[in-house]
C-alpha cells in the first residue's frame, strides 16, 4: 500500500458486531500513526466516503471514554490521538501503571486549580480504570 493510499472498508469479523455492516473510512498512514491497522485486518477494502467517528475509535481502544479524556488532558493532544496512545499503553508492559499516573497527575491538577467537580470526576474514571485493569494497580500499597 503507498503511503498516501486510502484504507476504506465494509467491516469484516475482527470488528465484530460493533461495526458489521458499517462502512469506514481510514487514511492509512493516519491508521499506522493511530496504532489502528491490527483491528482491521480482515476487512475487504473498497471506495467509500463515511468516516470511523471518535466513539468508534474509543469503542475499540480499550478504555472508556472518560479515560481517554483524562488522557487527552494530561497530554494536551486530541481525544483521537489519546484513544490511540491509550490503546497502545494498555498493551505495554506498566502501560496500565503509566495511564494510572496520568489520571492522578490531572486529579491533582484539578484539585490545585480548584476545579472540585472535574477532579471528582477524573476520581471516578480512576476507580474505574482500576477496577477494569487491575494490573495497573502494580505498587499501589493495600489499604
Given amino acids: 500500500m503507498s503511503p498516501g493510499a486510502t484504507l476504506i472498508g ?67 493532544i486530541p481525544e483521537i490521538a489519546a484513544a490511540a496512545l491509550g490503546s497502545y499503553l494498555a498493551k505495554q508492559p506498566h502501560g496500565g501503571e503509566a495511564i494510572r499516573a496520568m489520571i492522578v497527575d490531572d486529579i491533582r491538577k484539578a484539585l490545585d486549580d480548584g476545579r472540585i467537580n472535574h477532579a471528582a470526576e477524573l476520581f471516578m474514571a480512576l476507580r474505574h480504570f482500576l477496577d477494569q485493569h487491575p494490573e495497573a494497580r502494580a505498587g499501589l500499597v493495600p489499604n
Avoid at 493516519?30 to 477494502?45: D, E, K, N, V, Y
Fill in 10 to 76: 465494509k467491516a469484516g469479523s475482527v470488528a465484530g458486531e460493533a461495526f458489521a455492516s458499517q462502512r469506514l473510512r481510514f487514511d492509512a498512514n493516519q491508521c499506522r500513526h493511530l496504532g489502528l491497522m491490527h483491528a482491521f485486518r480482515s476487512f475487504s477494502f473498497e471506495e467509500v466516503f463515511d468516516m470511523i467517528s471518535l466513539e468508534d475509535c474509543i469503542g475499540i481502544c480499550g478504555l472508556d471514554e472518560s479515560e481517554v479524556l483524562a488522557i487527552a488532558e494530561h497530554e494536551h
